[in-house]
């Protein structure tokens, strides 16, 4: 696929090699989604939703109520049920004006019968549900836990513009239970969008990564906002607008399980003790978080301390803040030396500092840009030179925050970092060196994982490049998040976002040859997601940090089947010691967890 120059630490070259590209059989494949008659339920009209494609009739139930949030209630419309019907035809109407005319598909990334097909096609909701242990046997470090996987699964069908950032969130859930089978279950999260979507019996929120593209179409699907808005059809502004669909996230400090999405802020869920998820609701922390959070919250596991931020088109565009070991959240640090909207999708800590990267991807808020330019709301710009900043861990205000260019990189990942010495940070991150392709073109995305030190007191940088695979997603022993540790899991991307295999890094040594110590693929037409790493023991720390498991879904294309694999992550071949064949297929998504019984216990 690709070729690479001998590596040194100034000068890296890449040579790209076409692609060929025919696909292998899959049973399930799609060309196109169509409407089908939605069954009618108890809470909403009979409405058009996606087909779904499964190789097998399953049984479903409806999606149950989703239980009131203690911090935020979302206020409903308060239109009569006969105008609202009136005004969700003539909403709808114009939606579909706008779709056709002002802001249809133009490129493959945004339609939506090549983004939803394959293994990208949703699936309907699944109640918990008993699979065989397909071979080997379960570890018991994951007795009573559940593994957990988010992404997007859009509920009703798009009529224009669809990007796969733009699913509603479903988390697909295994619970494994000592003594019985495990269970697979698969719920959207209610999010204010899902909820009021399914009573209104439509779509009503615009697609925020695909449906604005251009002038003209921010302005018609701005006005179209607008109108629903003042008519009373939906409240964003009082109840987010979030979908909740890429990640999960389990703070000990105030023992609550998230689904996440950086538009929002936020959900509350909870695994129940028959492997259900139930939606709780929006959460802001007692009202001292608003707007949004990162998908990507990180956790010092040893001070059970988070820190998080949000970022958005306005300024501060970007907030800092954290909360405490007591679970009170402290006043946001807004950071007004970030002067231009970046894509921040994620960033990282050490014992004395965060560290942010502003990156080549942006927010186009300029009228003329889009006009003139790709017309994209979101998208990259070649002539910026990407900085990192740097910002002590406890800060109260932006005073000490410390920039520094860094020419070329663009991490939209962090995997670690850490301190060494007084004035040095080190960072391991994927840095995506075709940063024009990392929306539109995903398949084309090349992800080269780096060493990057950072001297605060020089201000200097070094880069060393650990791999040259094309791998992201990377994941650590969670209890190093911030600490010196050694070794990394990836995701082999072959396309992008496709994963074809996992590999096992070691950036303890040798920072100019490639560290790959462990590698499993998992052979051709299968793909699996983000990998994530269980220790057998979540307490010990002066345990081996390597000494545990390596979980995932993987799905065959060739059968139409899904499992979740069990690996062994110290086997230099990442030695599969367990697989659970899953009773559907499972979409390819976006980040997952592995969450302990003891902490599943702390959620009934």
């Given at each position: 696929m690709e070729a690479f120059s001998p590596i040194c630490p100034s000068?890296?070259?890449?040579?790209?090699?076409?692609?060929?590209?025919?696909?292998p059989s899959y049973r399930n494949n799609i060309s196109a989604v169509r409407i089908q008659e939605k069954p009618t339920t108890t809470t909403s009209t009979s409405s058009n939703t996606l087909r779904r494609p499964e190789s097998k009739s399953t049984t479903t139930t409806a999606p149950p109520p989703p239980q009131k949030s203690t911090t935020n209630t979302p206020r409903r419309p308060t239109t009569s049920s006969s105008s609202s019907s009136l005004q969700t035809v003539i909403f709808n109407a114009l939606d579909d004006l706008i779709d056709n005319f002002i802001d249809p598909p133009t490129t493959p990334s945004v339609d939506p019968t090549k983004v939803l097909s394959d293994n990208f096609a949703p699936v309907e909701e699944m109640p918990p549900t008993e699979c065989p242990v397909a071979e080997g046997t379960i570890p018991a470090c994951l007795e009573g836990g559940?593994?957990?996987?988010?992404?997007?699964?859009?509920?009703?069908?798009?009529?224009?513009p669809f990007h796969l950032f733009d699913g509603d969130g479903m988390l697909h859930c295994l619970s494994i239970s000592q003594g019985r089978p495990p269970t697979f279950c698969s719920r959207y999260v209610h999010t204010y969008k899902y909820t009021l979507e399914r009573q209104v019996g439509s779509r009503v929120f615009p697609n925020v990564f695909s449906g604005f593209n251009g002038l003209p179409a921010v302005l018609a699907r701005g006005a179209l906002s607008a109108a629903r808005f003042l008519s009373g059809q939906f409240d964003p502004i009082s109840n987010g607008f979030g979908l909740a669909n890429t990640s999960l996230a389990f703070l000990p400090n105030v023992n609550m399980l998230f689904a996440l999405g950086e538009a929002d802020i936020p959900y509350a869920v909870?695994?129940?003790?028959?492997?259900?998820?139930?939606?709780?609701?929006?959460?802001?922390?007692?009202?001292?978080?608003?707007?949004?959070?990162?998908?990507?919250?990180?956790?010092?596991?040893?001070?059970?301390?988070?820190?998080?931020?949000r970022y958005g088109p306005v300024p501060p565009f970007l907030t800092y803040f954290h909360i405490d070991a007591n679970s009170s959240k402290q006043p946001d640090v807004p950071i007004f030396s970030l002067t231009t909207p970046t894509f921040i999708h994620d960033f990282a800590i050490t014992k004395k500092y965060a560290v942010f990267a502003d990156i080549q991807i942006g927010i186009n808020t300029n009228p003329m840009e889009m006009v003139l330019g790709s017309g994209s709301f979101v998208g990259s710009n070649p002539k910026k030179v990407s900085r990192i900043g740097v910002i002590p861990?406890?800060?109260?205000?932006?005073?000490?925050?410390?920039?520094?260019?860094?020419?070329?990189?663009?991490?939209?990942?962090?995997?670690?970092?850490?301190?060494?010495?007084?004035?040095?940070?080190?960072?391991?991150?994927?840095?995506?060196?075709?940063?024009?392709?990392?929306?539109?073109?995903m398949e084309l995305v090349h992800s080269l994982v780096e060493k990057v030190r950072v001297n605060l007191k020089t201000g200097t940088v070094q880069r060393h490049p650990i791999s040259a695979r094309n791998l992201d997603f990377g994941v650590i022993n969670p209890r190093f998040v911030g600490r010196k540790n050694r070794f990394g899991y990836l995701g082999v991307g072959d396309p992008m976002p496709k994963i074809s295999g996992v590999v096992k890094l070691d950036w303890s040594e040798g920072e100019h040859k490639d560290r790959i110590v462990g590698c499993r693929m998992y052979g051709e037409g299968c793909y699996g997601g983000e990998p994530y790493f269980v220790g057998k023991s979540e307490s010990d720390l002066d345990e081996d940090e390597d000494d545990g498991y390596v979980v995932s879904y993987v799905h065959d294309e060739n059968v139409g089947e899904s499992k979740f694999l069990v690996m062994d992550a110290k086997s230099p071949t990442l030695e599969v010691v367990a697989a659970v064949k899953l009773p559907r297929r499972v979409p390819y998504g976006f980040h997952g967890l592995f969450v302990q019984d003891r902490d599943l216990k702390k959620l009934l």
């Open positions: 000068r890296l070259i890449l040579r790209v090699t076409p692609i060929p590209s025919p696909r559940a593994y957990i996987r988010n992404g997007p699964n859009p509920q009703y069908l798009p009529r224009g909870r695994v129940t003790s028959d492997g259900d998820i139930r939606t709780i609701g929006r959460h802001d922390f007692d009202g001292k978080l608003s707007m949004s959070m990162t998908a990507h919250p990180k956790i010092d596991a040893q001070t059970n301390e988070v820190f998080a931020f861990r406890y800060a109260t205000d932006e005073k000490e925050m410390r920039w520094v260019e860094v020419p070329g990189f663009n991490m939209v990942h962090a995997v670690n970092a850490w301190d060494e010495g007084e004035d040095e940070i080190v960072m391991i991150a994927p840095n995506i060196i075709s940063v024009e392709h990392t929306l539109e073109r």
